[in-house]
């Protein structure tokens, strides 16, 4: 399967804003798109020959274009699995652009990276490939699965005694969502709810990737 193996760092300097990627590193002074990078002068414009020189230009359909981009990396999708959740999303009765942010949230590996079982998405939807998470008691590796109201998911006992997830649970700074209850000293959350907008906090403003695939 095809994916993203380049340098994800890039990715928060072409969007010109944190989008989690890499874990840790993401909340130390590292980050090149944190406040405290750029005043040291760090590369916090974009990537590339032309990167200083990009964050002039604007538009209509590049501001659209960002946002899509930005949307799709951080729940780190491909191009075509983006697009066909946009139109399986389009199908559905309700606000087009909030059923899209509600199908990425509840996500499998997003669920886990919400636990903070993974220091990253990517790292999360490892610890689903592996067969690491059990939904309801059932080993699921499709990182993609959509959890439904009512699903419990759980940490395998053998590994929250890894030395990453612990790591993650005692390191990173991040609170679980209202949408999920935690239990089992954090190696089990509960899907409460589907995740409505106003408990979506990622910086995506999905009416601009409506407009981008409507037209």
């Known amino acids: 399967m095809a994916r993203y193996t380049g340098p994800v760092c890039r990715l928060c300097r072409r969007e010109r804003t944190k989008l989690f990627l890499k874990g840790e590193r993401c909340y130390t002074l590292k980050c090149p798109v944190s406040?405290?990078?750029?005043?040291?002068t760090m590369r916090a414009y974009p990537p590339g020959e032309h990167g200083r020189d990009r964050m002039r230009q604007g538009s209509e359909y590049l501001s659209q274009l960002r946002e899509k981009q930005k949307a799709r990396r951080i729940y780190g999708l491909l191009e075509k699995q983006f697009r066909n959740l946009y139109e399986e999303a389009n199908r559905r009765p309700g606000i087009t652009g909030e059923t899209l942010l509600q199908m990425l949230e509840t996500r499998l590996?997003?669920?886990?990276?919400?636990?903070?079982?993974g220091a990253s998405r990517s790292a999360s939807r490892q610890l689903v490939r592996h067969g690491h998470v059990l939904v309801n008691g059932k080993r699921v590796t499709i990182p993609s699965y959509r959890v439904r109201k009512g699903e419990v998911i759980t940490l395998k006992a053998p590994t929250r005694e890894n030395f990453h997830v612990v790591r993650n649970r005692d390191v990173l700074d991040r609170q679980l969502v209202p949408w999920l209850e935690s239990g089992e000293n954090g190696f089990q959350v509960t899907v409460l709810s589907l995740p409505i907008r106003e408990q979506i906090t990622e910086p995506v403003n999905e009416q601009l990737i409506v407009e981008l695939y409507s037209k």
């Open 35 to 40: 406040d405290q990078a750029q005043e040291r």
């Open 109 to 117: 590996d997003n669920v886990v990276y919400r636990a903070a079982w």
